[in-house]
């Protein structure tokens, strides 16, 4: 309305621009919008949490790298934030999806940081969580674990698979060389 444009590229005025980033933010569960994700990917079932922690960040994500570069500062501050809630709230959780949850806020504030520089290189990134959180998601399914203890516990049923999980976890952590 304030710049008589429409398109996502031609947005001049700060005020469409600013308020277009922070909704697709609340939409990606960057920080500090993100206090929604944890508790709603907590209470799903791990396939829907799934298709919430992939899916569904597709078509936000997609937006945000049509969005011009005029909001550097504010997706700065976004991917900051976002790298600093999603490590320090991760630590000391026992509930599995909500340490994926918070993964998933880590890697989308380092995403949108790597975004101001090279957008190739976002993609890759976004692509590589993309496979580790969907790993992730199916080593839990499949074990049929949602916390640490059942987790620790499925070594009798599927030991093959759960030799997998460390791995898989600390790829997630971005652990070298794993990632």
Do not use: C, D
Not at 16 to 29: E, F, Q, S
Not at 102 to 116: E, N, P, T, V
Not at 138 to 167: D, G, V
């Amino acid at each position: 309305f304030l710049s008589g444009e429409w398109e996502i590229q031609h947005m001049t005025h700060p005020l469409p621009a600013t308020a277009t980033t922070v909704a697709l933010a609340l939409k990606l569960g960057l920080a500090p919008l993100h206090f929604w994700l944890p508790e709603v990917l907590q209470g799903l079932t791990l396939t829907t949490g799934l298709i919430l922690s992939t899916w569904q960040k597709l078509a936000p994500f997609a937006m945000i790298l049509q969005t011009p570069s005029a909001n550097s500062n504010l997706m700065i501050m976004l991917g900051l934030l976002s790298t600093l809630v999603g490590g320090w709230g991760g630590l000391n959780q026992t509930q599995l999806r909500k340490i994926l949850a918070y993964s998933s806020i880590a890697h989308l504030g380092w995403m949108i940081l790597i975004l101001q520089f090279n957008t190739h290189l976002t993609t890759l990134a976004f692509l590589t969580y993309f496979v580790m959180t969907f790993s992730a998601f199916m080593l839990l399914k499949i074990n049929n674990t949602t916390n640490m203890q059942s987790l620790s516990t499925a070594w009798a049923k599927i030991p093959a698979l759960t030799t997998l999980a460390p791995l898989i976890m600390l790829s997630l952590g971005g652990l070298p060389p794993l990632t």
